[in-house]
């Protein structure tokens, strides 16, 4: 009640993820809105995500990301998703947590997070020229002087 979500369906593949990304701020509506939280078709968010990220953005008009953590659904299923489960546990550890602990840079994961509209506008918005839509635009977003945050108490899980 009371928060506008939009969800939407492309008719083409033009550009990929960062053609999609980029043609969904295009859209009349989002003049009207501030954040955008972005995830893959596979990724399951708790109800209350919003509730657990938005203050970030709310209480620091210099913060243009909150990234949460993933979560593997099925992590001990077998040796390969223990596996997988350790391997994603470092990236978020040592290079997430690390990295928004000490204000230093750390890249978007493409998923799970939510950005600030201005910061993705201020940076030049999505770009289709690469397949690494996340962080190149997590690069000139930071170069344009916007802070990032990973909060890794907060978990979207991940088939």
């Known amino acids: 009640k009371g928060v506008n979500v939009k969800y939407e369906n492309r008719k083409n593949r033009n550009g990929y993820k960062a053609g999609a990304l980029k043609e969904g701020l295009e ?9 955008v939280a972005i995830f893959d078709a596979d990724f399951q968010p708790d109800p209350d995500f919003l509730w ?17 953590r ?12 223990r596996l997988q489960e350790m391997s994603l546990d ?3 550890s040592v290079e997430q947590e690390v990295g928004s602990s000490t204000y230093s840079f750390f890249g978007f994961n493409g998923t799970a ?29 930071s170069l344009k002087g916007w802070e990032f945050v990973f909060v890794g108490d907060v978990t979207v899980s991940y088939p």
């Open 27 to 35: 859209k009349e509506y989002v003049e009207d809105c501030e954040f």
């Open 113 to 141: 997070g939510v950005w600030r509209i201005k910061a993705i506008k201020d940076a030049g918005g999505w770009k289709d020229r690469t397949t690494v839509e996340d962080m190149d635009l997590a690069v000139r977003a």
């Open 52 to 68: 657990k990220t938005i203050p970030y953005l709310l209480e620091n008009p210099k913060l243009g990301l909150v990234q949460a």
């Open 70 to 81: 993933w979560k593997f659904v099925n992590s001990e299923e077998c040796m390969m998703t």
């Open 90 to 92: 470092y990236h978020f």
